[in-house]
């Protein structure tokens, strides 16, 4: 299977616990990006990475949340200090170009936070 | 403010027929035009794509149709079938910037 992966896909958290959401881009892409959807919303983007680097992350919010993409592993979208509007759908994409700019999707993982 | 609207919430379509689903676009700027397809539960699919050069793009049942001038594209599926059934969105950018998505339209095909 060389689609993208991410994992967990369910994810349960307590008010004020912390949130890492883990994706696997396709093989052969070294272009990341996360998008978070709330219920009845379309996606909105949060971050764009390359291997090592953040490219863009106009959509983060400026606090409790950060995003990383090592060179060996996963990229981590990481969520400190979780609040209830925190719950949704976060979903990755991975693209071989950002010129190509067809980006393909991972399952998701939904995060809840009591 | 919205830069991709999807202005339909949802559509019901009689199998066999042929379902429209369309768009509209306020950033003059865009020039690449995405839909995909989502299930519950899953991940986004993308579907097909056009950019700005084109006014059609067609890929088996599935034929999207750009209007610059009226900043509007619309996807085409024909003929539909009941595993159709399923979200469908709208994305769109320019060069380096951020996809952006509409909203969504949820099309039911009825057998």
């Known amino acids: 299977n060389a689609g993208v992966m991410q994992n967990p896909r369910h994810l349960v958290r307590r008010r004020g616990q912390e949130a890492r959401l883990r994706c696997s881009p396709m093989k052969g892409h070294s272009h990341v990006y996360w998008y978070r959807q709330l219920p009845e919303e379309g996606l909105k983007f949060m971050v764009y990475?390359?291997?090592?680097?953040?490219?863009?992350e106009s959509g983060m919010p400026k606090e409790r949340f950060s995003a990383e993409f090592p060179k060996e592993g996963p990229s981590i979208l990481r969520i400190q200090q979780v609040v209830r509007g925190d719950s949704a759908a976060y979903f990755c994409?991975?693209?071989?170009?950002?010129?190509?700019?067809?980006?393909?999707f991972g399952p998701g993982t939904r995060l809840t936070v009591l | 403010d919205q830069q991709v609207k999807q202005n339909s919430p949802s559509l019901s379509v009689q199998e066999g027929r042929i379902s429209i689903l369309n768009c509209d676009y306020t950033?003059?700027?865009?020039?690449?035009f995405l839909w995909y397809k989502k299930y519950p539960a899953e991940g986004p699919t993308f579907l097909i794509s056009i950019s700005s050069i084109k006014d059609k793009n067609e890929d088996g049942r599935f034929t999207v149709f750009l209007n610059k001038s009226a900043k509007h594209l619309s996807l085409h599926i024909v003929p539909s079938q009941p595993g159709d059934s399923a979200v469908y969105f709208c994305a769109a950018n320019s060069g380096n910037t951020p996809l952006v998505f509409g909203k969504g339209t949820r099309l039911s095909v009825i057998a």
């Open positions: 950033n003059s700027m865009f020039d690449y």
């Open positions: 994409a991975s693209s071989r170009d950002r010129e190509a700019d067809t980006q393909y």
């Open positions: 990475l390359q291997k090592e680097n953040i490219i863009d």
